[in-house]
């Protein structure tokens, strides 16, 4: 046996003595602690399920606040207040509705008049949201928050404290608790009505459980220990199920109550289980001062972890020799491949840092990291932007639409890719190439996200420069016919959506006695006279209105939501300022007509209509509307 090999050999019973003391001591002091650790154990399982739906609750209303600051102050609602008319209603009755869809915050918005009547009311459930008809409106006047809501001053939100659902004046069953917003709404300073929302707390509620386990539901009692919420939906506001039930925490646990009214959070054992409970401060809830919120796990569930914690440490004392044994042998392996190891980490901190920007956020989509090529491209770095939504960067370019469809796609599928436009921290817009791909547990619940993304915005440029070359004329600089049958076939589309509601006209030009020019004057005046009406009629033209150069001397205009009779006042005014403003005295003549359900047939109407200026003597504009085609047809 050479000298490397007692190395080894004493390398390795080095490494199985340190090692064997560390579990010796681990064993000896989890045998002696289990009953502690049982309890420490229910305790710390029952604060995670709490400090969670503390913060959910908070988290929520937060999201409230600025949800209802939106709602009680949008155009929409103005326009309902000063034209109470049935389109400004629906309009307002759409919105409403696709808010409390998206939202899930509410059960239901109301418009009340400044009598008590409601205007506008959306219902909103689990299963199912709706915009209540006109003739099932009911009249409020007499209801205890509308006399509070008289009380506000124009500038006060009411928060009418908690108190339970009811209809047509009776409670709704199953109990369900209800908590008011209300907005005074007033015109030049006279109170016109009340914007006022119901939280849904039961489906805010149901948002409250950890890890979204129904089962981990806790129950929530007010400042008097009242229930509000609570797994069962009994004894809520103090209504009772059965006659020999308590409704009301400091009644049920005397001791508890007493603890909950001299601590934040702790852990009481009662004659049931363990109770667990912690305290929220909400001072701006009119009837609340704090929330309590408590779970109770029975003695059976804490007697089954201790004796899976004692079945398990038996277990690993059984194989302790064996694992030692591997332990000891690993650590010699990993000393062996150590170099290896440490390019794996250098190659991994590499594509962290390499050519995509990459952003990092946890469950709840707020940021935990980025790496240096986001902050080189975005301008921003982790401490600006760690702990917030990926939302600061959004540009405004996009529709909720397309972030609703995104979420969709990352749900059902963990992937998503596509091209946004976001905004730099300097304001400055961004074109990427994004793609977001979730990280899931071994229970398929979602813990990370991770976006990365490629600046394409220099190649966006060069492509729209590239896209705009290939549409333009080179000697007007006008459009070209490619771009005119594109905008055609645009309007087109319109006109077949809208039919009612969209006009939009076309007009065909022509250089009147144009080879004259040429042959009079040389091709070099022809091109300039090409150029003194391409002007002109820019010139002349509203920035909306498309002018192209679709041929030699023949120019198109497409005029969007502009009549026949407009259009043709437009051109005269137009035809007359060319034969002015050029030094030949040149004329043109016009051929007008509407766009219609089709490209091809608006385009012959319009040619035949130019045709018809030049068969009367040129310097004119005709027009041929659709309804003279069909006549003729």
């Given at each position: 046996?050479?000298?490397?090999?007692?190395k080894?050999?004493?390398?390795?019973?080095?490494?199985?003595?340190i090692?064997a003391?560390?579990p010796?001591?681990?064993?000896?002091?989890?045998?002696?602690?289990l009953d502690?650790k049982?309890?420490?154990?229910v305790?710390?399982?029952?604060?995670?399920?709490l400090?969670?739906?503390?913060?959910?609750?908070?988290?929520?209303l937060?999201?409230?606040?600025?949800?209802?600051q939106?709602?009680s102050n949008?155009?929409?609602?103005?326009k309902?207040?000063?034209?109470?008319?049935?389109?400004?209603?629906?309009?307002?009755?759409?919105?409403w509705?696709?808010?409390?869809?998206?939202?899930?915050?509410?059960?239901?918005?109301?418009?009340?008049?400044?009598q008590?009547m409601?205007?506008?009311?959306?219902?909103?459930?689990?299963?199912?949201?709706?915009?209540?008809?006109?003739?099932?409106l009911?009249f409020?006047?007499?209801r205890s928050?509308?006399k509070y809501a008289?009380?506000l001053t124009?500038?006060?939100?009411?928060?009418?404290?908690?108190d339970?659902?009811?209809e047509?004046?009776?409670?709704?069953t199953?109990?369900?608790?209800?908590?008011r917003?209300?907005?005074?709404?007033?015109?030049?300073?006279?109170?016109?009505g009340?914007?006022i929302?119901?939280?849904?707390?039961?489906?805010i509620?149901r948002?409250l459980?950890?890890?979204?386990?129904?089962?981990?539901l806790?129950?929530?009692?007010n400042?008097?220990g009242?229930?509000?919420m609570s797994?069962n939906?009994?004894?809520?506001?103090?209504?009772?199920?059965?006659?020999?039930?308590?409704?009301?925490i400091?009644l049920?646990?005397?001791?508890?109550?007493?603890m909950i009214n001299?601590?934040?959070?702790?852990?009481?054992r009662?004659?049931?289980?363990w109770?667990?409970?912690?305290?929220?401060?909400f001072?701006?809830?009119?009837?609340?001062?704090?929330?309590?919120?408590?779970?109770?796990t029975?003695?059976?569930?804490?007697?089954?972890?201790t004796d899976?914690?004692?079945?398990?440490?038996?277990?690993?004392a059984?194989?302790i020799?064996?694992i030692?044994?591997?332990?000891?042998?690993t650590f010699?392996?990993?000393?062996?491949?150590?170099?290896?190891?440490s390019?794996?980490?250098k190659?991994?901190r590499?594509a962290m840092?390499?050519?995509?920007?990459?952003?990092?956020t946890?469950r709840?989509?707020?940021?935990?990291?980025v790496n240096?090529?986001?902050t080189?491209v975005?301008?921003?770095?982790?401490?600006?932007v760690?702990?917030?939504?990926?939302?600061?960067?959004?540009?405004?370019?996009?529709?909720?639409?397309?972030?609703?469809?995104?979420?969709?796609?990352?749900?059902?599928?963990?992937?998503w890719?596509?091209?946004v436009?976001?905004?730099?921290r300097?304001?400055?817009?961004?074109?990427?190439?994004?793609?977001?791909?979730?990280?899931?547990d071994r229970r398929?619940t979602?813990?990370f996200y991770v976006?990365s993304?490629?600046?394409?915005s220099h190649?966006?440029?060069?492509?729209?420069?590239?896209r705009?070359?290939?549409?333009k004329?080179?000697?007007?600089?006008?459009w070209?016919?490619?771009?005119?049958?594109?905008?055609?076939?645009?309007q087109?589309?319109?006109i077949?959506r809208?039919?009612?509601?969209e006009?939009?006209t076309?007009?065909?030009i022509?250089?009147?006695?144009?080879?004259?020019?040429?042959?009079?004057y040389?091709?070099?005046k022809?091109?300039?006279?090409?150029?003194?009406v391409?002007?002109?009629?820019k010139?002349?033209?509203?920035?909306?209105?498309l002018v192209?150069?679709?041929?030699?001397?023949?120019?198109?205009?497409?005029?969007?939501?502009t009549e026949?009779?407009?259009?043709?006042m437009?051109l005269?005014?137009?035809?007359i300022?060319?034969?002015?403003e050029?030094?030949?005295?040149?004329?043109?003549?016009?051929g007008?007509?509407?766009?219609s359900?089709?490209?091809?047939?608006?385009?012959?109407?319009a040619?035949?209509?130019?045709y018809?200026s030049?068969?009367?003597g040129r310097?004119?504009?005709?027009?041929?509307?659709?309804?003279?085609a069909?006549?003729?047809a």
């Open positions: 046996m050479n000298k490397s090999q007692y080894l050999i004493f390398q390795f019973l080095v490494v199985f003595s090692l003391l560390v010796f001591l681990y064993f000896y002091s989890q045998f002696n602690q502690t049982t309890q420490q154990y305790e710390q399982l029952n604060r995670n399920k400090e969670y739906s503390k913060a959910e609750l908070q988290t929520s937060t999201e409230v606040s600025t949800s209802l939106y709602l949008n155009s929409m609602l103005d309902v207040l000063q034209q109470p008319n049935q389109e400004n209603i629906q309009a307002l009755q759409a919105f509705l696709l808010i409390v869809r998206t939202q899930g915050y509410y059960s239901h918005l109301r418009f009340i008049d400044a008590g409601e205007v506008v009311r959306i219902n909103s459930s689990q299963n199912n949201d709706e915009i209540v008809p006109l003739q099932q009911q409020k006047g007499d928050f509308f008289q009380t124009n500038d006060e939100v009411g928060e009418f404290g908690i339970l659902e009811s047509y004046g009776e409670i709704t199953p109990l369900t608790p209800a908590y917003v209300i907005y005074p709404l007033s015109i030049n300073g006279k109170r016109a009340y914007f929302a119901n939280l849904d707390l039961t489906r509620y948002g459980a950890y890890k979204r386990n129904s089962d981990y806790p129950n929530i009692v400042n008097d009242y229930y509000i797994p939906n009994q004894g809520i506001m103090g209504h009772l199920i059965a006659a020999n039930e308590q409704a009301n400091a049920q646990y005397p001791k508890l109550w007493q001299e601590r934040d959070s702790g852990t009481f009662s004659s049931q289980g109770i667990s409970f912690t305290t929220a401060m001072d701006k809830i009119d009837n609340i001062k704090k929330l309590t919120f408590f779970i109770t029975d003695f059976s569930q804490a007697q089954a972890f899976l914690e004692s079945r398990a440490l038996y277990i690993q059984s194989f020799f064996i030692l044994f591997l332990l000891s042998f010699v392996v990993w000393n062996h491949n150590h170099i290896k190891n390019l794996d980490s190659i991994a590499a840092n390499g050519m995509s920007a990459v952003v990092i946890d709840n989509n707020r940021i935990i990291q240096s090529e986001f080189r975005s301008g921003y770095t982790l401490n600006d760690k702990g917030k939504p990926p939302s600061v960067f959004a540009s405004g370019k996009h529709q909720q639409q397309f972030y609703m469809n995104m979420w969709k796609v990352l749900e059902e599928q963990g992937l890719e596509g091209e436009i976001n905004k730099r300097d304001g400055s817009l961004i074109t990427e190439i994004l793609r977001i791909q979730t990280i899931k398929g979602i813990q976006a993304f490629v600046d394409i190649r966006k440029e060069l492509e729209d420069r590239l705009e070359l290939s549409e004329d080179s000697m007007t600089a006008l070209n016919r490619r771009k005119f049958d594109s905008e055609m076939q645009i087109v589309s319109r077949k809208y039919r009612k509601h006009t939009s076309l007009a065909l022509d250089i009147d006695h144009f080879k004259r020019i040429n042959d009079k040389g091709h070099d022809g091109d300039e006279v090409i150029q003194e391409a002007r002109s009629l010139h002349h033209l509203r920035e909306t209105d192209a150069r679709i041929g030699g001397e023949e120019f198109a205009i497409i005029m969007p939501h026949l009779n407009e259009a043709e437009v005269n005014r137009i035809r300022a060319i034969n002015l050029n030094e030949l005295n040149i004329t043109i003549s016009v007008l007509t509407e766009i359900a089709s490209a091809k047939e608006t385009y012959k109407r040619d035949i209509a130019l018809e030049k068969s009367l310097n004119q504009v005709s027009v041929f509307s659709a309804s003279e069909d006549t003729i």
